[in-house]
């Protein structure tokens, strides 16, 4: 596997204390996956070996990206070749190239439903609270939500950065989720 940058590495621990409390683990839905980094190690270290992943994703990077000059490059041949190295043979990869609105709204009209989501996309507030609230409805009960990057500053002022979106979905949808885990990344489990 070939991989321009390392954003996963430092959550590692995370994604494992997730993976040991989370009861099912055959369906997962990726909002944002860059060159699949977190898909591959969810591939080979959390998702049943006859699970599925969905991946949805522009491929053409972010405003964070931009900023940081990143060649990105065949990054949708990229994230392929990856992930078609991780997965086993019976598991199945649906990658979306879409905007996360769109990928979404087509996964709410096929009325999938997943054991975990982990929210990674555009980090701007606004598209993270949509992210959020779209895929609440697709969660099971009792799978888990994870957001990443929620103590994340790289970006100037509240609105380009997810905690703002994160900590008002927790106090929105606080009747019907438990808050399991909080640092760096944010989980939450339906009720």
């Not at 990206?65 to 190295?85: I, S």
């Not at 909080?182 to 009720?191: H, N, P, S, T």
Request: hydrophobic share 45%; with cysteine; net charge negative.
């Amino acid at each position: 596997m070939k991989f321009s940058q390392d954003w996963f590495t430092h959550n590692i621990p995370t994604f494992q204390f997730i993976m040991d409390v989370l009861p099912q683990k055959q369906d997962f839905l990726e909002i944002g996956c860059f060159e699949g980094r977190a898909s591959c190690w969810m591939l080979q270290n959390g998702l049943d070996p006859d699970g599925g992943l969905v991946c949805i994703d522009t491929f053409e990077g972010s405003e964070e990206h931009a900023k940081m000059g990143l060649q990105l490059n065949d990054l949708w041949k990229t994230f392929e070749t990856n992930v078609h190295e991780a997965k086993v043979a019976d598991q199945v990869v649906e990658a979306i190239q879409a905007m996360s609105y769109n990928g979404l709204a087509r996964l709410i009209a096929r009325g999938d439903k997943f054991d975990f989501i982990y929210i990674d996309g555009s980090h701007t507030a606004p598209d993270v609270m949509t992210d959020a609230c779209m895929a609440f409805g697709l969660l099971k009960q009792g799978g888990i939500m994870l957001f990443d990057d929620y103590l994340w500053r790289d970006m100037p002022g509240i609105l380009h950065r997810p905690k703002l979106a994160v900590d008002l979905f927790v106090t929105l949808f606080n009747e019907k989720c438990d808050l399991i885990m909080i640092g760096y990344q944010l989980a939450v489990k339906k009720l």
